[in-house]
């Protein structure tokens, strides 16, 4: 699916998406038109939320249709109205990171863009993107309509505005911050799934590359340093990563297991 636009201009309403992951269940290989009769929208709309599905990984396309994924599977098992604060976190997670797709705004405006508690204008983020996109080949009208997108995205409480990464300064200004912390298994798939894709080959980093890295700790919750060493103790006190105190900051990971187990243990265990 393109990177750009993939919505349809129709924003990402959880209600709509949950309805969609029901019929999905019922469904195994769902159609377009199958979508939009079980919801009750017309088919660009229908489109729109299999978009936002896809994006965030609860759904992939297939030859003949669209089927859910394995993480899917598991949130339509045990968070199927998409309501708990820790899916949320999860569909942001891979809205702004690049698995087999990539929401193309959403990843730079993220692993590139913001820090936390600075201030930003709106109008900034569009200007941005536009800047590091050129001199490639695209949809200008459609980078508008994604920025448009982003900020209801994270604005609107039947979006993903629960998560309160953004707090408004003043009309139009902006500032993110990480003020509503994952659970501990969360931030823990997060950073071993970034690390397993990333750095794979590596057993050891530093604090500060998790802090700062495109699509690590730091840059997925906005999180002050502070914070993420916070988070990774969380996980030395369960065994999961040993950290040394030295002028290296060094993290080593002992979770050897593919970090996916980790969400089934969790959801499985609510």
């Given at each position: 699916?393109r990177s ?24 195994p290989i ?134 309160n990464l ?105």
């Amino acid at each position: 699916m393109r990177s750009i636009a993939f919505h349809q201009k129709f924003k990402l309403d959880r209600e709509r998406l949950a309805t969609l992951l029901r019929y999905m269940t019922e469904q195994p290989i769902a159609s377009k038109k199958g979508a939009a009769v079980y919801m009750g929208v017309g088919e660009p709309a229908a489109e729109g939320c299999i978009g936002w599905l896809i994006k965030t990984s609860l759904v992939t396309p297939r030859d003949k249709g669209y089927e859910l994924t394995p993480l899917g599977e598991l949130i339509a098992n045990h968070d199927p109205e998409l309501s708990q604060q820790n899916t949320l976190w999860l569909m942001h997670y891979y809205l702004i990171t690049e698995h087999n797709e990539r929401s193309e705004v959403w990843y730079r405006a993220f692993n590139e863009f913001f820090n936390p508690g600075i201030s930003i204008e709106r109008s900034s983020l569009l200007t941005y993107i536009e800047r590091s996109l050129e001199g490639t080949s695209t949809n200008k009208l459609g980078l508008s309509d994604d920025c448009n997108q982003f900020w209801k995205c994270y604005l609107d409480p039947a979006s993903l505005g629960k998560l309160n990464l953004v707090q408004e300064d003043k009309q139009k200004t902006y500032t993110f911050n990480l003020s509503i912390p994952p659970d501990t298994a969360i931030f823990a798939f997060t950073l071993f799934d970034a690390w397993q894709r990333r750095f794979s080959h590596v057993d050891t980093l530093r604090i500060s590359q998790i802090c700062e890295e495109p699509e690590f700790s730091g840059k997925v919750f906005v999180a002050h340093r502070d914070q993420v060493v916070q988070m990774l103790q969380n996980l030395q006190s369960l065994g999961m990563v040993n950290i040394i105190d030295s002028q290296h900051e060094p993290v080593t990971r002992r979770y050897r297991d593919d970090p996916y187990q980790i969400l089934t243990n969790f959801y499985t265990a609510l």
